[in-house]
């Protein structure tokens, strides 16, 4: 019938959304020997997103009390950008470190950062000293933008090298230490951005991940790549929206996105921030996570879409409050970063009247783009994290020998993408480890079913996934053997309905050595950040099982320990 809407199948609407003189046309381009589809008319680098804000008065970022709108955004950036050229001697390829939780200036400081040329280093706010000083060493950062709480913990190894620190919100009247200055002292305003030449393959940023061998690595993306993961997010609604059926019903507002994730994670940075800041849209900011708080400003600011993990969904809904707020803005509830209960995503799905649950299975490594799932597919597989293949992503299931499985096969996933990073900073055999041929070895087992769902089974990795946050064992349990009545342990995850994910060790003690859980809690505090030190602890008089290679039967543990 004429005027009727066919629902479109997702590679049908990939189709129209790629096809050639759209917005988001692909195209296959070949580099360093390996073909990639790319999106023809993606900016060449991080600059150019910025760049068209200066001069729109509509507001972006709403934080607390404050509001600011893209020029003012932009009229920050610049001064911070000429600052750190004409005041710290920042040059093309310098690294600068930005250690602070959300707010306005974290968003200001990427941007001048990236603007001339420079490598943003984000650094974990949960990060303890010890934390800090490696990846400020490993990093060679040589200037360090940090909030009061991060300037005390920063102070000692940045004067032990030679870092400047710019201090975010500090309190004017309490004396600073040596290498410390006040942001309004440094970044004048009015100053012009520096004009830096940049191209695709410079390197942009270095996020930090958790790493199996005790020691954080730097993932390090190019303006290319980041350049394709906004334009790759993008083409997602453009595809949602040439698939919605005749009956689905939207909110009927602008967009709106609430940050509910810390900006120095791939998520809160890439997909939320960037995608807002490229594409103009509101951006309303929480300082720290609290569900019944991001509850009254979905309601205030008409928010449409809410990302995080599926904790604060959890949380959200929990919330003895929620009935009495209006969440009818919301359109899209979910993101990434572990998988969702099916329990919740039916919860999702009944408990807002526009909003359809939404997952993303995204990696740092990925620059937090993957295969996703949302609405009617979401609930018709609650278990999978989305279809494959993507518009600019292919993915594989590979056996040991890394050959390609059959459908419905178990392997390891392999992801092959121009979003993808260049590698880890500074360690070749891990980079080499981890990307084989243009293809990102994942680490999690899976399988895609007949209809191209990807479903993750397991992983390979020794890493337990905390309400979003990777810790690897290897890192935990190398902090807990520096304790002196130490003789073996384990570090394992146990399952938590709440975080996904718990993390739980079990302790052996030297002959005639006490120790108490709070002991071993305060010691490892010291030394990791809050979120990797074990929740559950079991302290045993007996060796750990081990296999005849003497591996630890981290398997077998939970239902030794904590059955």
Known sequence: ???????????????????????????????????????????????????????????????????????????????????????????????????????????????????????????????????????????????????????????????????????????????????????????????????????????????????????????????????????????????????????????????????????????????????????????????????????????????????????????????????????SSLTAVGGGGAPAPPKLVARVNDSFAHGRPTLVYGLTETNAYGPNNYGDDYIAHASSTGRTPMIVMDVEIRDENQRPVATCESGEIWLKSPTLIRGYWQKPEATAETIVKGWLRTGDLGYIDEEGFLYIEDRLKDMILRAGENVYSAEVESAIYEHPSIHEAAVFALPNERLGEEVACVVMLKHGKHLTKAELHAHLSSRLASFKVPTRVSFTDDPLPRNPAGKFLKREMPRIYFS
């Open 1 to 327: 019938m004429s005027g009727e809407r066919v629902t479109l199948s997702m590679d049908e609407a990939m189709a129209v959304v790629a096809a050639p003189g759209q917005t988001f046309e692909v195209v296959d381009v070949e580099r360093d020997g390996v073909t990639n589809r790319e999106f023809k008319n993606s900016p060449e680098n991080l600059r150019q997103f910025f760049d068209p804000a200066r001069g729109v008065d509509q507001t972006f970022l709403v934080y607390e009390d404050e509001e600011w709108s893209f020029d003012a955004v932009m009229r920050e950036v610049d001064a911070l950008g000429y600052a750190l050229v004409h005041h710290y001697g920042i040059r093309p390829g310098d690294r600068v470190g930005i250690a602070m939780r959300n707010l306005p200036e974290w968003i200001v400081s990427f941007a001048a950062i990236i603007s001339v040329g420079a490598v943003s280093v984000s650094l974990n706010a949960w990060w303890t000293e010890d934390e800090l000083d490696y990846a400020i060493n490993d990093s060679g950062a040589k200037v360090l933008i940090a909030d009061t709480e991060r300037v005390a913990r920063a102070e000692a190894p940045c004067q032990s090298t030679g870092v400047s620190i710019l201090g975010v919100r500090l309190d004017e009247l309490l004396p600073l230490a040596p290498g410390v200055e006040h942001w309004n002292d440094v970044v004048i305003k009015g100053a012009a951005m520096p004009h830096v030449d940049i191209s695709p393959d410079m390197d942009a940023t270095i996020l930090y991940t958790s790493g199996t061998t005790g020691f954080p690595k730097g993932a390090v993306s190019t303006h290319r790549a980041i350049c394709q993961t906004i334009m790759a997010f993008s083409s997602g609604v453009a595809i949602q929206s040439v698939r919605q059926a005749p009956d689905e019903e939207g909110s009927g507002l602008a967009p709106c996105f609430i940050l509910i994730v810390p900006l120095f994670h791939v998520t809160g940075c890439i997909p939320v921030m960037m995608s807002c800041f490229s594409w103009q849209l509101k951006l309303v900011m929480m300082y720290r996570w609290e569900p019944e708080r991001a509850l009254q400003l979905i309601e205030r600011h008409r928010v449409t879409t809410f990302v995080g993990v599926p904790t604060q969904s959890w949380d959200m809904l929990e919330s003895p409050n929620f009935a009495k707020y209006d969440t």
